[in-house]
């Protein structure tokens, strides 16, 4: 069993910049696959951004590539999402999550074994 457990999320200003974290317990983070999905009202959860085990592959969804940046401390099982240059239209709740047995970076939702609860990131303009 994996728990994971965002955290960052906040209330800043169009341009400005705020780095999540995805805390893992229960066991080592570092055999697994881990990726940020975000969901906005209305909207359906898409992907952002993942991260091979090692965190030598990441994959970006074409709307954050340049902005944001994945990576990964597998020493305090921590994953992290670097956002730069927010837009209003990232607002969403950020989930991160982990696939179990594949080092395989999907982009679809049900490819995922584990889920945080997920952090909130408003942008204002």
């Known amino acids: 069993q994996v728990q994971l457990v965002e955290s960052g999320g906040g209330l800043v200003q169009a341009g400005g910049s705020l780095r999540l974290s995805c805390a893992a317990s229960?066991?080592?983070?570092?055999?697994?696959?881990t990726g940020w999905f975000r969901q906005a009202p209305g909207k359906e959860r898409e992907f952002v951004a993942a991260?091979?085990?090692?965190?030598?592959?990441?994959r970006y969804a074409d709307s954050v590539k340049g902005r944001f940046l994945i990576s990964r401390d597998n020493a305090k099982n921590t994953v992290y999402l670097q956002m730069n240059s927010l837009k209003p239209e990232d607002t969403a709740v950020y989930y991160c999550?982990?696939?179990?047995?594949?080092?395989?970076?999907?982009?679809?939702?049900?490819?995922?074994?584990?889920w945080g609860q997920g952090t909130q990131v408003t942008v204002s303009s």
């Open positions: 991260i091979s085990s090692s965190g030598g592959r990441t």
């Open positions: 999550a982990a696939i179990t047995g594949l080092d395989r970076l999907a982009v679809n939702p049900g490819g995922y074994d584990y």
């Open positions: 229960g066991r080592a983070v570092s055999n697994y696959v």
